[in-house]
């Protein structure tokens, strides 16, 4: 039974290939490469960016297989550099969790914590002595005749 996926080149005839050692070779779309750009290259793209017409802006995008945000982002970057300030940066991903790992607050959230469940412990334990002194509304309720229509 043929299919009717051509067949790539250096593929056996069951269409997986192999190295000449008989090792399988990697598939190179299996792993994305990050793409990382030069300073003379966004500079570029950026200027002829802000040249282009406002119905060409887009057409720059796509050939140059861009998005719009990078291009917002590099203009900030370089508008930042010209103003003499350093390029804003993302901060990195450990970071960025603002010292969430700093044990004094962490006591201190703790200590926090402990005391907002005593007082909600101290709340139910109340609500319950409460519903033992006055019996349970619902069920008196639901014994009473008073709320059901006569037929």
């Known amino acids: 039974m043929?299919?009717?996926?051509?067949?790539?080149?250096?593929?056996?005839?069951?269409?997986?290939?192999?190295s000449v050692a008989g090792e399988a070779v990697p598939d190179p779309a299996a792993r994305p490469v990050r793409r990382s750009f030069t300073a003379e290259y966004r500079a570029r793209v950026?200027?002829?960016y802000e040249a282009?017409?406002?119905g060409s802006k887009a057409?720059?995008?796509?050939?140059?297989g861009l998005y719009q945000s990078q291009i917002r982002e590099w203009t900030i970057a370089r508008d930042a550099l010209t103003r003499?300030?350093?390029?804003?940066?993302?901060?990195?991903?450990?970071?960025?969790a603002?010292?969430?790992d700093d044990p004094g607050r962490l006591r201190a959230e703790?200590?926090?914590?402990?005391?907002?469940?005593?007082?909600?412990?101290?709340?139910?334990?109340i609500m319950g002595k409460l519903q033992g002194y006055a019996g349970d509304p619902c069920?008196?309720?639901a014994s009473s005749s008073w709320w059901r229509i006569a037929a």
């Open 139 to 141: 069920q008196e309720a």
């Open 98 to 100: 603002g010292g969430k």
């Open 84 to 96: 003499g300030a350093a390029a804003p940066r993302r901060a990195h991903r450990a970071s960025a």
């Open 2 to 18: 043929s299919s009717n996926f051509p067949v790539l080149p250096g593929a056996g005839a069951g269409g997986s290939s192999a």
């Open 59 to 64: 057409a720059v995008l796509r050939r140059e």
């Open 110 to 125: 703790n200590q926090r914590l402990a005391r907002e469940l005593a007082k909600s412990q101290a709340v139910v334990e």
């Open 46 to 48: 950026v200027a002829e």
């Open 52 to 54: 282009a017409p406002h």
